[in-house]
C-alpha cells in the first residue's frame, strides 16, 4: 500500500522531524517498545507481541488464549507510574529510579497518525502523548499532562479527544471534547492529528479541525503511544464479555506516525 501524504495545518511551514512509515516486518526497538506496566504493576492484559506488518502497516491484534484476551501498546517513551515496584530504588521506594532512557520525546509540533479502528467490540485503541513525569508537580506546564488525540470504544465510528493532567488520583482534572463521529467509512483509514503550540491545542480529523483547548498546556516534552486494550481488565481482572463473542482475527491498523516541527 502507498503511504498517503500528511494532512497538515494549513497557513503554515512544517517540517518533518521524526516518523515510522511501518514499511519492513519488524518492529523498529530503536523507536518503540512494548508497554507491559500500569501503575506500577504488570498489567496481564498488555502483550509482548501481538503485533504483524502488512500492507507496509503494523496491526496491533487481539489475541486470546483459552479465556484470556490481550492486545499490545507501544511508546516511545515510559511513564515514571508503570514502573514495576521492584525495579525502583529499594532504599528510597522513588519510582523514577532506573528510568529508561526514551527513544524520543517532543515538545510543540503537529503530531499526526493514520490508521483504521478494529471490527469486534470489547478492545478499544488510541493514539496519545504522555509526559514521563505526569503528576509529579501541580503544574502541568512542568509536569506534563495526557493528550488522546484519537480514543475509540465503539464500533460505530465514535471517538473522542480528551485530555488529562494533575496525576491520575483522586485530584485528577480533564477536558474532553464529547463524542465526535466519523462521516464515512468508519472500519476505513483516517488521520487524525494535534497541532500543540505555547497557547494550547488543536485537534484534526482528516485534514478538517476538530477541537481546541488551551487550559492545562504542556510544556514539557512528551513521549508517543498508539495503544489497544481489552475493556474492563484494568478495572476488574476480567475480559469484557463482549470478547467471547468474536468469531474472527481483529487488529488496529497503523499506517504511519509523523512529528512535524514549525518552521517560522
Not at 173 to 185: F, I, M, Q, V, Y
Request: charged share 25%; net charge negative; glycine share 8%.
Amino acid at each position: 500500500m502507498k503511504h498517503a501524504k500528511s494532512l497538515l495545518p494549513h497557513g503554515k511551514q512544517w517540517k518533518l522531524v521524526w516518523n515510522d512509515e511501518f514499511d519492513g516486518n519488524t518492529l523498529d526497538r530503536g523507536k518503540w517498545d512494548f508497554r507491559l506496566n500500569m501503575m506500577q504493576r504488570r498489567h496481564t492484559a498488555l502483550l509482548e507481541g501481538g503485533i504483524h506488518f502488512e500492507d507496509s502497516c503494523i496491526h496491533l491484534e487481539l489475541v486470546r488464549d483459552k479465556d484470556q484476551f490481550r492486545s499490545p501498546q507501544l511508546q516511545t517513551g515510559e511513564n515514571f507510574m508503570d514502573r514495576r515496584p521492584e525495579e525502583r530504588l529499594r532504599i528510597f521506594n522513588w519510582p523514577i529510579a532506573g528510568f529508561a532512557k526514551p527513544k524520543f520525546l517532543k515538545k510543540y509540533g503537529y503530531f499526526e497518525c493514520r490508521c483504521k479502528l478494529q471490527r469486534q467490540p470489547g478492545w478499544w485503541s488510541a493514539f496519545w502523548l504522555q509526559s514521563p513525569v505526569i503528576g509529579s508537580s501541580p503544574d502541568p506546564g512542568r509536569s506534563g499532562i495526557e493528550i488522546d488525540i484519537m480514543e475509540n470504544f465503539t464500533r460505530d465510528g465514535e471517538f473522542s479527544h480528551n485530555i488529562y493532567w494533575n496525576g491520575y488520583g483522586p485530584d485528577i482534572k480533564a477536558g474532553h471534547s464529547g463524542p465526535r463521529r466519523l462521516e464515512t467509512d468508519i472500519f476505513g483509514f483516517h488521520t487524525y492529528g494535534l497541532e500543540w503550540n505555547p497557547e494550547g491545542y488543536v485537534f484534526y480529523v482528516d485534514g478538517r479541525e476538530s477541537w481546541r483547548f488551551s487550559e492545562a498546556v504542556s510544556h514539557t516534552e512528551q513521549f508517543i503511544l498508539i495503544t489497544t486494550e481489552c475493556q474492563t481488565y484494568r478495572y476488574n481482572g476480567m475480559p469484557d464479555p463482549a470478547l467471547h463473542k468474536i468469531t474472527e482475527p481483529d487488529a488496529f491498523a497503523v499506517d504511519y506516525v509523523r512529528v512535524f516541527d514549525e518552521v517560522k
